[in-house]
């Protein structure tokens, strides 16, 4: 599905991650030779390239499309320092939510993974002036979702000033910036203002995601759900925005097919891991292990998602235009 090829990083921006895989850190992306197929790369790897962590399930929005409603106690540092001696050797930890940001000990929780893991933060930043500085340097990069302009923004997400405030603080301590939006069938249109506004503030890419029937999402009308099709031909129509425009961030788009069913592994405040989403599964989720208990080797040779995961993460399942082309 990928578009066009991934631009060459230099060698001092990489990190080997395992099976042949780098990580490009000035790319924010996952890459391998072009020849090296997921199912190789699958075969070799004993831990996954990339993980989400809930720190928190708390969050100070309550996005239209969240699927993360149902609450539970934030786990304490001594058991996510216990999860993160169980992640060795995953390449990439997401610290995310609920909103991370939001524990006032955020910076000692990317303190405990930082040195260990590549770290990024999905946040929607309105809690950045807290943090922004005390955890710059250590994270790769923040992730706002950002379904901009105002006015779609505040329908879809929340507070847009708050969060415009927290981007700010993030660019001003020197942390490179990504953007996500959730595709409704009523902000297609905005879709160009999104870019244009990465554009300005220097994003390295946009990820464009389609919403999943669970949590506040069971509530969205069914018109709101455009199907692979239409997100291939908006995909395909912003490509081509993008190239008379000039913009410099990438381009992404997910959409839930079966190539990307249960690429994700996400561990809960609990510990509990799961694959995500599992499209005939109970809330989407598949148990896979608790890494409080038990290492990540151990739950990766459950997982049965490998191909997926690697494809996904590779770029190879998704629409992907790279930055700057």
């Given at each position: 599905?990928?578009?066009?090829?991934?631009?060459?990083?230099?060698?001092?921006?990489?990190?080997?991650?395992?099976?042949?895989?780098?990580?490009?850190?000035?790319?924010?992306?996952?890459d391998?030779p072009?020849?090296?197929?997921?199912?190789?790369?699958?075969?070799?790897?004993?831990?996954?390239?990339?993980?989400?962590?809930?720190?928190?399930?708390?969050?100070?929005?309550?996005?239209?499309?969240?699927?993360?409603?149902?609450?539970?106690?934030?786990?304490?540092?001594?058991?996510?320092?216990?999860?993160?001696?169980?992640?060795?050797?995953?390449?990439?930890?997401?610290?995310?939510?609920?909103?991370?940001?939001?524990?006032?000990?955020?910076?000692?929780?990317?303190?405990?993974?930082?040195?260990?893991?590549?770290?990024?933060?999905?946040?929607?930043?309105?809690?950045?002036?807290?943090h922004?500085?005390?955890?710059?340097?250590?994270?790769?990069?923040?992730?706002?979702?950002?379904?901009?302009?105002?006015?779609?923004?505040k329908?879809?997400?929340?507070?847009?000033?708050?969060?415009?405030?927290?981007?700010?603080?993030?660019?001003?301590?020197?942390?490179?910036?990504a953007?996500?939006?959730?595709?409704?069938?009523s902000?297609?249109?905005?879709?160009?203002?999104t870019?244009?506004?990465?554009?300005?503030?220097?994003?390295?890419?946009?990820?464009?995601?389609?919403?999943?029937?669970?949590?506040?999402?069971?509530?969205?009308?069914?018109?709101?759900?455009?199907?692979?099709?239409?997100?291939?031909?908006?995909?395909?129509?912003?490509?081509?925005?993008?190239?008379?425009?000039?913009?410099?961030?990438?381009?992404?788009?997910?959409?839930?097919?079966?190539?990307?069913?249960?690429?994700?592994?996400?561990?809960?405040?609990?510990g509990?891991?799961?694959?995500?989403?599992?499209y005939?599964?109970?809330?989407?989720?598949?148990?896979?292990?608790?890494?409080?208990?038990?290492?990540?080797?151990e739950?990766?040779?459950?997982?049965?998602?490998?191909?997926n995961?690697?494809?996904?993460?590779?770029?190879?399942?998704?629409?992907?235009?790279?930055?700057?082309?």
């Open positions: 599905m990928t578009d066009l090829a991934l631009p060459t990083v230099p060698q001092q921006n990489r990190r080997h991650v395992g099976g042949g895989v780098e990580y490009a850190f000035s790319g924010q992306h996952f391998a072009a020849d090296l197929d997921a199912e190789s790369v699958a075969g070799a790897l004993t831990t996954p390239l990339s993980v989400i962590v809930q720190v928190t399930k708390r969050c100070d929005f309550d996005c239209s499309f969240c699927s993360e409603i149902l609450q539970m106690p934030d786990p304490t540092l001594d058991q996510l320092d216990t999860i993160r001696q169980n992640l060795a050797g995953v390449g990439r930890v997401f610290l995310s939510g609920g909103e991370p940001l939001m524990r006032k000990d955020f910076s000692e929780v990317v303190d405990i993974f930082h040195g260990h893991h590549i770290i990024a933060v999905p946040t929607n930043a309105t809690h950045a002036l807290d922004a500085r005390s955890i710059a340097g250590k994270i790769a990069y923040a992730n706002v979702g950002f379904e901009g302009p105002r006015a779609a923004f329908r879809v997400r929340g507070d847009y000033d708050k969060t415009m405030a927290g981007v700010r603080a993030l660019k001003e301590a020197g942390i490179p910036l953007l996500s939006a959730v595709v409704y069938r902000t297609l249109s905005v879709l160009p203002y870019a244009q506004i990465a554009d300005v503030l220097d994003a390295t890419k946009v990820k464009l995601i389609l919403p999943l029937r669970k949590g506040n999402a069971l509530n969205l009308a069914d018109h709101e759900f455009i199907t692979t099709d239409e997100a291939e031909t908006t995909f395909a129509r912003l490509k081509e925005q993008r190239a008379e425009m000039q913009w410099s961030p990438a381009l992404r788009l997910t959409a839930w097919t079966p190539e990307n069913e249960g690429h994700m592994i996400v561990v809960e405040p609990n509990i891991a799961r694959a995500w989403p599992v005939d599964a109970p809330d989407l989720w598949e148990n896979l292990g608790n890494v409080l208990e038990e290492p990540i080797t739950i990766w040779k459950r997982y049965r998602f490998k191909r995961h690697v494809s996904k993460y590779l770029g190879r399942s998704i629409h992907a235009v790279a930055q700057g082309v």
